[in-house]
């Protein structure tokens, strides 16, 4: 959704190119791939690292952009490098590049909670779902989509915050912010 958003913002076509879904603009006045991997979730490392090298860029020049059960829907969370926290496409990525030493957006998509008490949408939701997976590919309720859709256009701003400034000044804008 967010690299949806960068498109639409950027006037970019997409396109299919093999197991990816891929845009050409300019972020920030300096040329961006938007890539969209067609594989599983748990297959996206092999689309993105050969992308990457046939655009003859390196793990540095990456900026991934996940979802993120840990973090409640509508945080956000820039981190320069780290492990897959458990993310099976992180996982993928850090396996094809061997290196985890690429800028990522987290997106929170867990259950939301507030200073009291757990917000009532977003703790039903939870406990509909017997496991992570199933939690992650359901829908979200209606009254979650304007945090989501918010938090995705948040996501958007940071990933343009990196291209423009660095991830030093993204981390400082972007995390903890909470939509």
């Known amino acids: 959704m967010a690299i949806d958003e ?22 920030a006045g300096e040329p961006a791939l938007l890539v969209k991997p067609q594989s599983y979730m ?5 689309p993105v690292s050969r992308l990457l090298a046939a655009k003859g860029g390196g793990p540095a020049d990456l900026i991934v952009i996940v979802d993120d059960a840990a973090l409640p829907l509508g945080r ?13 496409g992180l996982g993928s990525l850090i396996a094809s590049l061997q290196t985890d030493a690429f800028t990522r957006v987290r997106i929170g ?5 507030t200073e009291a008490a757990p917000d009532e949408a977003a703790a039903g ?15 979200f309720l209606p009254e979650e989509t304007e945090r989501l859709r918010e ?23 972007f995390n903890g912010r909470v939509v």
């Open 6 to 27: 960068l498109a639409a913002r950027t006037r970019a076509a997409g396109r299919l190119e093999g197991d990816a879904w891929i845009a050409e603009t300019t972020l």
């Open 42 to 46: 748990n297959l996206s490392g092999e």
């Open 76 to 88: 956000l969370r820039v981190r320069l490098e780290g492990s897959d926290g458990g993310h099976n």
């Open 109 to 113: 998509v867990g259950p939301a909670a």
């Open 125 to 139: 939701r939870a406990a509909e779902r017997d496991s992570l997976k199933d939690f992650v590919l359901a829908d």
């Open 151 to 173: 938090v995705v256009g948040l996501a958007a701003d940071a990933v343009s915050c990196v291209v423009d400034v660095g991830v030093a000044a993204a981390m400082n804008r």
